[in-house]
């Protein structure tokens, strides 16, 4: 499994609200009915913790692919190609990370006291 996690920020001169509305009605349905993508999750992000000094992202994506070749194959399609054509239009700019699939539930291991 692979597990892509993105941090996006928005476009400038782009609202919040434009932001969420076109990631959610537009990108989005591109993004699930491409081939090879198994899970995409997003995650609007509504508040920080972080110092005012830190830039904050608008989104959180969450792309899962069964195997590298599956992840090519959507980038490689015409709707993965029609999807980064659309990020231009509200994506100011992102980093993505590849996480390991093995996920570490540390409250499920600890008891209770």
């Known amino acids: 499994m692979i597990k892509r996690l993105t ?7 782009m609202t919040v609200e ?9 990108h ?11 899970r995409y999750i997003q995650h609007h992000v509504v508040d920080t913790r972080s110092p005012s000094n830190v830039l904050r992202p608008d989104g ?3 792309l ?8 090519a ?13 659309d990020g231009r239009n509200f994506v100011g700019f ?3 990370f590849i996480v390991d699939d093995h ?10 006291p």
Do not use: M, N
Not at 73 to 85: D, H, N, T, V, Y
């Open 18 to 26: 434009q932001f969420r509305t076109h990631w959610r009605e537009v």
């Open 103 to 112: 996920e570490f539930d540390l409250c499920a291991r600890i008891p209770s």
């Open 73 to 85: 194959a959507f980038f490689a399609s015409e709707l993965g190609k029609l999807q980064r054509e």
């Open 7 to 13: 941090l996006i920020y928005r476009k400038d001169g």
């Open 94 to 96: 992102s980093t993505t």
């Open 28 to 38: 989005g349905p591109l993004a699930a009915r491409t081939a090879g993508l198994r």
């Open 60 to 62: 959180i994506a969450e």
């Open 64 to 71: 899962w692919f069964d195997s590298t070749e599956d992840e």
